[in-house]
């Protein structure tokens, strides 16, 4: 199983989020740790997505406003 870790923005309220893909890890513990770790990219894309290999959403975390 492949985890995709995702990045995104949602400062517009009522328009569709910015995804920007980070990359694929054999984990989620993995993913988790990127999204520790991601220096400075959180002021444009404050929040993260995992989802599997079906596309399927496993996990969001929202940076606090």
Known sequence: MTYTL????DEEPGTDPEYVKEGDFPTIDEAED???NIGSRWFFYP???ITDEGGAEVATYYSEP
């Open 6 to 9: 995702w990045f995104f923005t």
């Open 34 to 36: 990127r999204i520790a």
């Open 47 to 49: 929040h993260a997505l």
